[in-house]
């Protein structure tokens, strides 16, 4: 009868793997011989990298004492924890202190050079060396001419490889890298209003997402155009453009004059007397101002933070308004530049007190204003409309009167019963001046090309608009790193030749403030839009100014230079009117938030931002007793 042997199973309980030889082992006949007897075990997986055979740059191997690891002491690789230790190849003590180094250079102390262990020098080409020698040759010559330079002149004189910002290079402000551009803190902004405990979050707007189509929202974004546009009424008077600042340029300027006898009425929609006369009469269920509508339609392009207040009444109609404390009605300056003017914060310097945020939006509101009355005609080519100014009292004037502004109001058939009732702005009266080619075809066969021969025909007064754009320099600050070859444009030297150049500038610094200029315009009804080029005279003064150019554009071919689409404006102004309309009756807030592209509406208290108007009201009464 054939036995069976019942096979040897060893077992470890020290430790996983085989265990060492024992007693028991040997005296078991049917123990096999141990190939693997004190075999360490190592665990591992099929998807592991395999390593080298030998590795002479672990750590395992610069703890040995060797005199070459002093490079790699401290180092640590990407792959150093998943390696096994106890398969690396390990040098014996004795035979590393026998090791000697054959070198003939001097050697330093340790940490002079090397690694961070120090000890060890690295091999240098000597093309290299030369090109490090001749690069800090370079550094040291740019350095004494920027020195001997007064105001920085002459730092676009350095070498293309010692400029600061350069590729690689690591000049003031400078990160160095690929591409190396100005290292500026990050500005964290305050919200333009805080939220209160007792405010209900109602949506929250990615504007991102909502631009490229992928928000939730999306769905409710409805882009056509108007169904149907009518004029209400026309209050005020226009005058006539004054074409001599057609041919003003960067060898003749004009100064810019202070318009010290007009009057400006930016009034909010709820205390227009026109609005609430329309609204009475059931014209319209939306009533907004141009400047509020314009600003919705081009949020997406705003940096800045800022609020516009909503109300809905119990007939369902909505009211866009703006708060009389907030900063909605002046202009901004370099806000979607990589460069914005950044705060005072603890300097004292005069000239950074006129370089901040705020003194740069008060000065570009001020040219604003002075430049579009500058630029029209007396009162004998004024043109007067139906109604007078509804803002202007002729028994408190003081000797004022008001600034020559038309009020166009509009309403827009929006669809779905939505029908918006918009005041809008007219500036002045311009003549529509076509140029048209009457030279004749050039016969084939001739290579004389045919001579360009331009004749204007006046076709007529056109309703304009008018906004100056104010140069503004990052280098005006005193603590404002050194800008980059291409980055500034100076107007003077490139605005008669290159105004292209120049308006391409400005709209990628001021992308938001011509985009609302632009919806403005279109809004109003405007065929034509002026534009001035306003520049101080000198940079460390920020009341004199002078006009350099004036330009004019139609707004529909504005929109599309600047990449404006008329139907992506509609369809977020839209998508506002339809959240609040959801909502029941009440007040609302929309606001921006200061650090994220993300618009949050909030459902307010109806006594919300009335105790600032109260407050005021007390004051004008205190004074008019006085």
């Known amino acids: 009868m054939a036995t069976f042997n019942v096979p040897y199973v060893t077992t470890n309980t020290s430790?996983?793997?085989?265990?060492?030889?024992?007693?028991?082992?040997?005296?078991?006949?049917?123990?096999?011989?141990?190939?693997?007897?004190?075999?360490?075990?190592?665990?591992?997986?099929?998807?592991?990298?395999?390593?080298?055979?030998?590795?002479?740059?672990?750590?395992?191997?610069?703890?040995?004492?060797?005199?070459?690891?002093?490079?790699?002491?401290?180092?640590?690789?990407?792959?150093?924890?998943?390696?096994?230790?106890?398969?690396?190849?390990?040098?014996?003590?004795?035979e590393a202190k026998e090791f000697q180094l054959v070198d003939s250079s001097n050697v330093r102390a340790a940490g002079a050079q090397g690694g961070p262990g120090g000890g060890g020098k690295r091999f240098v080409p000597q093309a290299r060396k030369r090109a490090q020698n001749a690069a800090r040759l370079r550094q040291l010559n740019a350095r004494r001419e920027n020195n001997q330079n007064v105001g920085g002149?002459?730092?676009?004189?350095?070498?293309q490889r010692t400029r600061a910002g350069g590729r690689g290079g690591r000049g003031p402000g400078g990160r160095g890298g690929r591409g190396g551009g100005q290292w500026r803190d990050r500005i964290d902004r305050q919200a333009s209003v805080s939220v209160r405990p007792d405010w209900r979050r109602v949506e929250d707007i990615d504007l991102g997402k909502l631009s490229k189509g992928t928000s939730p929202l999306s769905s409710l974004v409805d882009n056509s155009s108007p169904k149907g546009v009518e004029d209400l009424a026309f209050a005020g008077f226009l005058d006539q453009y004054n074409d001599q600042y057609d041919k003003v340029s960067t060898r003749t300027p004009a100064p810019l004059k202070r318009v010290e006898t007009k009057e400006f009425y930016p009034v909010t929609t709820t205390d227009d007397p026109v609005i609430e006369k329309l609204a009475i009469d059931g014209k319209g269920t939306v009533f907004a101002t141009d400047a509020i509508i314009s600003h919705l339609m081009t949020c997406a392009r705003s940096i800045y933070p800022w609020d516009i207040v909503v109300q809905k009444l119990p007939t369902g109609a909505l009211f866009f308004d703006k708060r009389d404390a907030s900063q909605f009605d002046y202009l901004t300056v370099h806000e979607t530049s990589n460069t914005p003017p950044a705060p005072l914060g603890n300097r004292d310097n005069e000239e950074d007190k006129i370089n901040t945020p705020e003194r740069?939006?008060?000065?570009?509101?001020?040219?604003?204003?002075?430049?579009?009355?500058?630029i029209l005609r007396s009162q004998k080519y004024r043109s007067n409309f139906d109604l007078p100014n509804p803002f202007w009292d002729e028994e408190d004037n003081d000797g004022m009167e008001p600034a020559s502004v038309a009020y166009r109001y509009r309403k827009f058939d929006l669809g779905d019963g939505v029908e918006l009732v918009a005041r809008t702005e007219l500036h002045g009266l311009a003549?529509?001046?076509?140029?048209?080619?009457?030279?004749?075809?050039?016969?084939?066969?001739?290579?004389?090309?045919?001579?360009?021969?331009?004749?204007?025909?006046?076709?007529?007064?056109?309703?304009?608009?008018?906004?100056?754009?104010?140069?503004?320099?990052?280098?005006?600050?005193?603590?404002?790193?050194?800008?980059?070859?291409?980055?500034?444009?100076?107007?003077?030297?490139?605005?008669?030749?290159?105004?292209?150049?120049v308006l391409a500038s400005e709209m990628k610094n001021n992308s938001f403030k011509l985009a609302k200029w632009t919806a403005q315009s279109l809004l109003a009804g405007a065929s034509q839009m002026k534009i001035g080029f306003v520049s101080r005279i000198n940079p460390k003064n920020a009341y004199e100014h002078t006009v350099l150019a004036t330009q004019t554009y139609r707004p529909h071919d504005f929109a599309s230079q600047i990449t404006l689409d008329m139907g992506s404006m509609w369809g977020i102004f839209r998508l506002f009117v339809k959240l609040l309309s959801d909502q029941p009756e009440g007040k609302y807030v929309i606001m921006r938030d200061p650090n994220r592209a993300i618009v949050r509406i909030y459902g307010v208290p109806m006594e919300t931002f009335e105790e600032s108007d109260e407050e005021s009201d007390e004051d004008d009464e205190g004074e008019a007793e006085e």
Do not use: H
């Open 360 to 374: 740069l939006s008060l000065e570009a509101t001020m040219i604003n204003q002075n430049f579009t009355q500058q």
């Open 153 to 159: 002149v002459g730092r676009f004189n350095q070498p």
């Open 431 to 501: 003549k529509d001046n076509k140029k048209v080619d009457t030279s004749k075809i050039a016969l084939p066969g001739k290579k004389k090309k045919k001579k360009q021969v331009e004749v204007e025909e006046e076709q007529g007064d056109q309703y304009m608009t008018a906004y100056a754009l104010n140069e503004y320099d990052p280098s005006y600050a005193s603590n404002a790193p050194p800008a980059r070859p291409g980055t500034t444009i100076n107007w003077r030297e490139k605005l008669d030749n290159q105004p292209g150049a």
């Open 15 to 94: 430790s996983w793997g085989p265990p060492p030889k024992s007693d028991e082992s040997s005296s078991n006949p049917n123990a096999p011989v141990s190939r693997f007897a004190s075999l360490p075990y190592a665990p591992f997986g099929r998807s592991d990298r395999l390593g080298r055979c030998a590795d002479f740059t672990t750590q395992s191997f610069a703890r040995t004492g060797d005199a070459t690891a002093g490079y790699f002491r401290g180092r640590t690789t990407r792959n150093d924890a998943n390696k096994n230790l106890e398969f690396q190849y390990k040098v014996d003590s004795e």
